[in-house]
Nanobody
Framework: QLQLVESGGGLVQPGGSLRLSCAASGSTLGFYAIGWFRQAPGKEREGVACISVGGGSTSYLDFGKGRFYGSRDNAQRTVYLQMNNLSLEDTATYYC????????????????????WGQGTQVIVSS
């Protein structure tokens, strides 16, 4: 079972950038697809991006295409979420989640299919 710990959240001004990290332990990161999700107060959880076993990144937010980009460094046991041109609406707690996959291209924005979750890191976009 993979254990995940997110970091890198904080306060950022509108238009700014942040890179979140998801550190993995307990198993081989390279066997897992990693999803990034977020949940704002009073709102449902939504998928942000997914990084396949093969390293491909898929962005799921309609207005996030090009703003959110995932990547992975299996040697460092870390997955990243680069977030650019942040807006007030991006304020949320961000989570990474893992699903063991044989497919090198599989990804999903459905949180229910991911089995391991981190504790989250808070991102606040404010002027």
């Amino acid at each position: 079972q993979l254990q995940l710990v997110e970091s890198g959240g904080g306060l950022v001004q509108p238009g700014g950038s942040l890179r979140l990290s998801c550190a993995a332990s307990g198993s081989t990161l390279g066997f897992y697809a990693i999803g990034w999700f977020r949940q704002a107060p009073g709102k449902e959880r939504e998928g942000v991006a997914c990084i396949s076993v093969g390293g491909g990144s898929t962005s799921y937010l309609d207005f996030g295409k090009g703003r959110f980009y995932g990547s992975r460094d299996n040697a460092q046991r870390t997955v990243y979420l680069q977030m650019n041109n942040l807006s007030l609406e991006d304020t949320a707690t961000y989570y990474c989640a893992a699903r063991r996959q044989n497919s090198r291209t599989w990804c999903s924005n459905a949180g229910s299919v991911f089995s391991s979750w981190g504790q989250g890191t808070q991102v606040i976009v404010s002027s």
